[in-house]
């Protein structure tokens, strides 16, 4: 069970996440219920010192939603509101609810899937999952248990508590604060979670959740950790005050041992717990000291100072490990680590490794080889039968990535002048928003320019204008687009699952330069003779840029690989002299050469640029296209079916599936972003085992993909 802290500072003006609030509540549901086995709880000294429901209130808001259960629409409604969940037009989110019809959509507390709600009449009649990103049901379930999606609630008596308390604390002249007129309306308001002791008659610890048997492990570190928070809390709250007014609006907080335990109070309960200090050094075992026989991983350092191959020194220790029968794991931080590493200890001498993706599928695989998994773990550890090494065990410390180039803020604000309040731009933490305009917030008393933006529920969010490296403007058609909510997760689970395609396909990429470079080609190389001739009746000089490009195409012809590059230039600037150089290389080496051009009148300039250079060169030159003679084109086609037509020029009509090569070795392709999808799927075929050059001037991004992906 994990119980986490709360993800915003104390006394902030954000609310946590949904989803943090729903794995806490979810928890402490958890501890109520009776377990015929142990159970673990990890949580953390901020979240065990901050005060949370009582165990009476968790058991009095949890519902049982199940077929044959009655409920109205409107009351169910209600109470999913009362108890923190939003109402949206589509669930995405953990802690969303959606009504259409007899449907009831909503994504519950410390669930893992969301549920639809089939309702006949004021009756459930079944309970579907569904998956959030393309709303299609995944199965069916016998029930569910409803928690709260937030800590603090807005039924009747909370709110009539909340208000009665505000004014007693803050005064009357209190009542103007936009939080006491949105609970006041029973309105979610950002950061309303902060005042949770008004809304609750007592509040707990998590220590009064906790079974009276309950065994507490703290680490050394904890001790110092609450005193920082502690001491960070204090500090907020004194902020907080300093900076108060009576003004409305101004930030009104609650005294530290509100929301959070004091000093004395965290002391005192751990007193009152059975508390044991978990230490990594060594101690001699005795009546008060257990030793759990776990130690630190085996230390490289002497092997990276000594210049020692370090793949050498691991794998030899990997078999000792495997010799004395423990299970050797292997954890990196991410996929493209993990194979990376993999292939260096395969190199190497390592022998059974296997991928696992999780924990228990490790420790399987390490009965009988070497287990490698990601893990975000800095060190590993070694227990009498698991030894776990992590890459920084083995390379050392972790070697800084080059930061990323922040955005120019001068180019957003160029960009902003452009955006009119109402457009969409993207926040990249927080996804969605709509742009309201520049606006001025007062920050320790002294104003300050913000970009408002106002995302999904009316909830606004202001970014410094230091900050503009985060926003970009939505790229897309507005037009169906839905702004994302703050502290929603369908944001991140649409940049998950874009990252998880962006792997795929630079997977895809490195599998087809992989197969590219071990592919054998024609070996076309300039003849020597007549060459040289060819290139004296270029009437121009070549510019630098030309000179290298043709280069660049001469060296891959003789590469003995398939070439495929892509010439960009604009019009004017040479780039058919260098698909020129390319036809006469590979058509006096033998092979036969096509160049697919968009339209006719291309087409035709084409083949007359190639008639006049190519004149006196034992070469024949055809044309195919919608336009040549029906004599002609047959003529054509079937010189290239027997071989006597060495240089072909002409449209998609090169592309047809009557149309035979019998020995094509070079195919250029012109302004190939305006062919069709079809004529795409034909030059793919084409491009398989022969040099390709691609030519155009206006480098769109399906352009670059295509040559990217073959």
Known sequence: ISYPAWDCLPYDRASPTLRIMSERLAALHALQAKSASPRLLVTTGNAATQRTLTPFRIRQLVARLAPGERISLDKLGNLLASNGYVRVDTVNDAGEFAVRGGLVDLFPSGAEQAMRLDFFGD?????????????????????????????????????????????????????????????????????????????????????????????????????????????????????????????????????????????????????????????????????????????????????????????????????????????????????????????????????GAVHAESWQEALGAADKGIALIVLPLDHGFAAPDVAVLTEQDMLGDRLVR?????????????????????????????????????????????????????????????????????????????????LDRLGGEAWQRRKSKMKERIREIAGELIATAARRAVRPGEVLEPDQGGYPAFVDRFPYEETDDQDRAINDVLEDLAAGRPMDRLIVGDVGFGKTEVALRAAFVAAMAGMQVALVCPTTLLARQHHRNFVERFQGFPLEIGRLSRLVPAGEAKATREGLEAGTIDIVVGTHAILSKTVDFKRLGLVIVDEEQRFGVTHKERLKALKADVHVLTLTATPIPRTLQMAMSG
């Not at 009756?123 to 049901?137: G, L």
């Not at 009357?172 to 309306?185: C, E, F, V």
């Not at 907020?236 to 509100?258: E, I, K």
């Open 402 to 482: 080059r930061a990323k180039r922040r955005k120019s803020t001068d180019a957003f604000l160029n960009e902003l002048a452009t955006l009119t309040p109402g457009d969409l731009v993207v926040h990249v933490d927080h996804g969605i928003g709509r742009y309201e305009g520049l606006t001025q917030i007062p920050v320790q008393k002294a104003p300050h320019d913000c970009v408002q933006l106002t995302y999904a529920g009316g909830d606004k969010l202001f970014v410094p204008i230091e900050n503009l490296e985060v926003l970009t403007r939505y790229g897309s058609g507005e037009e169906g687009a839905s």
């Open 123 to 351: 009756e459930i009649e079944s309970v579907r999952t569904f998956d959030p990103q393309d709303q299609r049901t995944t199965g069916r379930i016998d029930g569910f248990t409803l928690l709260p999606a937030s800590e603090t609630l807005l039924d009747e008596d909370s709110i009539k508590r909340f208000r009665a308390r505000y004014r007693e604390k803050f005064g009357a002249n209190a009542t103007g604060d936009p939080l006491y007129q949105a609970i006041s309306d029973g309105r979610r308001l950002a950061g309303m979670e902060h005042w949770l002791p008004l809304f609750e008659e007592k509040l707990a610890s998590l220590f009064d959740h906790l079974p009276g048997d309950a065994v507490v492990v703290r680490d050394t570190a904890t001790v110092g950790a609450a005193q920082q928070r502690f001491d960070a809390i204090a500090d907020y709250q004194q902020n907080r005050v300093r900076a108060a007014s009576t003004a409305p609006g101004s930030y009104r907080p609650l005294d530290a041992d509100a929301l959070y335990l004091a000093p004395q109070q965290w002391s005192t309960a751990l007193d009152a717990a059975a508390v044991h200090s978990a230490t990594p050094f060594h101690e001699p075992e005795s009546a008060t000291v257990l030793d759990f026989q776990v130690d630190g991983p085996r230390d490289f350092a002497p092997e990276r100072a000594s210049g020692t191959n370090i793949y050498e020194a691991v794998v030899d220790h990997l078999a000792k490990l495997r010799k004395s029968g423990k299970k050797p794991i292997l954890a990196s931080y991410s996929n493209g680590a993990r194979e990376r590493l993999t292939g260096l200890l395969g190199d190497h001498g390592l022998n």
